[in-house]
């Protein structure tokens, strides 16, 4: 795995995301409806449900906020959501994946190609992007909550099957193929390890510097683009401005 830090970009949004908590929470609470209405609403029988509910107490998500969301997947008051995935390039021609959760595909197309067109982005066509990621599992364990030696901890991760590991003074960060990715949660967790993070993402391929004179303008389409209330996720290719 090419020198790829999401535990950088995870502290350093922090802050921002603080400030859009009550979006983060709706966001979540319309995947956590989503997993429970597509499947058994007890985790332990439903892989997706647990995923975003560990996502959610990741963000710090109130227990009520998650039980109100499969409370009323369990009422089947028809609400319905399709995945629709965009892909296209921002300023400096950075590749740029966005995934939805929307109940009107015409006014999300709509508004995630205003959120491109506005801040110097290009929409393209479905394919045009996604060969440039993969989906993996990635994994964080702040190291102020273990004393594991990184020796040690890449022999169990790699035996639970993970694929990468990679260390710094703050963190330990796993990556994982998407079908190893549970196995090697569960056994993370059945060790002791306190996780940080652990979700399934999109990793670029490739990184590409975002250009000086382009970079405000790509985040701030990255800001509305995160901003939209029928976006999920939104991964990019743009290189970490001091992870040189």
Known sequence: ???HSKWHNIQGRKNAQDAKRGKIFQKLSKEIYMAARNGDTDPANNPALRLVMDKARSANMPKDNIQRAIKKAQGGD????D???YEGYGPGGVAVFVETL???KNRTATSVR???SRN???LGEPGSVAYMFDRKGYIAIDRSTTDVEEDDLLLEIMDAGAEDLQTSDEAFEIYTGAKEFTEVRDALEAAGYELANSELTMIPQNKMAVPEDKQEQFERMIDALEDNDDVQNVYTAAEDEDND
Do not use: A, K
């Open 114 to 116: 205003l959120n491109f």
């Open 120 to 122: 110097g982005g290009t």
């Open 78 to 81: 028809g609400e319905s959501y």
């Open 1 to 3: 795995m090419s020198g």
């Open 83 to 85: 995945e629709v995935t």
């Open 102 to 104: 929307t109940d009107n």
